[in-house]
């Protein structure tokens, strides 16, 4: 009876994916397929969560089989991505993860998709990625510059330079691209999951709230290993180089999210206003030079300071 039921449930599941992938497909609607693609997880979240991680990855070799045979090989990647992020972040409820737990999972199943992705599509269908990025990259700083020459202008001209600086290190940065939008697609796939689960099972998942967060002691260490070999491997290209500049980069983004986790503590502590931390991650995204500078020195506070008990102590 428990088998019947998996293979019901299993083969239902596949079948809502499969018509959600054909919508995405034939029916380009750019804000349905925007909704969709972060919903694809969500039939493989449910699967394995009920089921475990094991039948997560057995339904998601049948929903890559059938995909590759009723929609076009292209669909393939895309099921490959969804259906890894989708059975980490699933296989982590399964086994009564907490939230921010089950978001790590999560982020590094989608970063392992991309990975897959990435080096699949490469030799597969012999798309290299780099190549198309630094394509895209010299039609963007040349349509630039185009725009920019008719004002002229010494100033002008070190703006292009700065600007072609900027750009030709994007690819340096692939890594960390990569790893940021695993990270955002967890957390919105999560996000979307425990809506629906909790709409239809009464399930009662939840983010608990922000002021809550901690990370791990060492993202320090890895933020400031990170900083001292910047500092030794400063030659751009070599391998040690886009080692240490994305681990720097990926380390200094949590814990810029763990300063604003501290400025939403402090904020309720102080019983400020619910706008005032919404206003100090307004002015990090208009002025980053500064606001985001700062907030990443609370986390880095936060995080090798036990500032948060002092606090509540004095409170």
Do not use: C
């Amino acid at each position: 009876m428990k088998n019947t039921k998996q293979i019901t449930e299993g083969a239902l599941l596949t079948g809502i994916y499969l018509v959600m992938l054909l919508v995405i497909l034939f029916l380009p609607i750019p804000i349905l397929g925007t909704f969709l693609m972060f919903a694809l997880p969500i039939p493989f979240v449910i699967y394995s969560y009920h089921f475990g991680y094991k039948s997560g990855f057995i339904m998601l070799f049948g929903a890559v089989v059938l995909a590759s045979v009723i929609a076009t090989v292209f669909s393939f990647p895309v099921t490959l991505l969804t259906g890894i992020g989708g059975v980490a972040l699933g296989g982590a409820m399964h086994r009564k993860r907490n939230a921010y737990e089950t978001w790590v999972i999560g982020s590094l199943g989608f970063i392992g998709g991309l990975v897959a992705v990435y080096v699949l599509t490469q030799a597969l269908f012999g798309v290299n990625w780099m190549e198309e990025i630094q394509v895209a990259i010299d039609e963007s700083i040349n349509l630039t510059e185009n725009m920019l020459s008719s004002v002229g202008g010494e100033e002008t001209e070190a703006t292009i330079e700065m600007l072609r600086q900027q750009m030709e290190s994007i690819p340096d940065y692939l890594p960390s691209i990569l790893a940021a939008t695993g990270i955002v697609m967890a957390l919105i796939s999560q996000w979307l999951s425990y809506k629906l689960i909790n709409r239809l099972e009464r399930a009662g998942f939840s983010f608990p709230p922000v002021r809550e967060m901690r990370l791990p002691t060492s993202i320090l260490w890895y933020y400031f290993i990170a900083m001292l070999l910047n500092f030794i491997f400063m030659e751009q290209g070599g391998i040690w180089y886009i080692a240490t500049v994305n681990v720097f980069t990926l380390t200094g983004m949590l814990l810029i999210l763990q300063g604003f986790s501290f400025v939403f503590f402090y904020s309720q502590q102080k019983k400020w206003p619910k706008a005032a931390p919404i206003m100090v991650i307004i002015l990090s995204v208009l002025l980053p030079q500064i606001f985001l500078y700062l907030v990443r020195i609370l986390g880095i506070i936060d995080i090798g300071f036990p500032l948060r008990e002092k606090i509540q102590e004095k409170k």
